[in-house]
């Protein structure tokens, strides 16, 4: 599935991924192809994404995300280094 994180000043990450595991304001979820469609809210804490180049963990302060038709957008508030 294609996602992508932006937040207001820039895009954070662009690429395919088999599986996101998202900080949702009730707790942890995760994210695989052909999930169901879907809006939530996030708090602040790592979005952690498996590619076929492996696992990656990217910090947000917080944010909304969208699944619809294996596509995955994160709008997130900002970034933590």
Known sequence: MHLEIIT?????FEGEVTSAQ???TD???EVLNNHAPLIAAL???PIT???AVGREAIRIEGGVVEVLRNNVI????????
């Open 74 to 81: 994160v709008l997130a508030e900002g970034t933590v280094a």
């Open 27 to 29: 707790g942890l979820f």
């Open 8 to 12: 207001p000043d820039r895009k954070v």
């Open 49 to 51: 994404l498996t590619s």
């Open 43 to 45: 708090k602040a804490g």
């Open 22 to 24: 998202f900080p949702g």
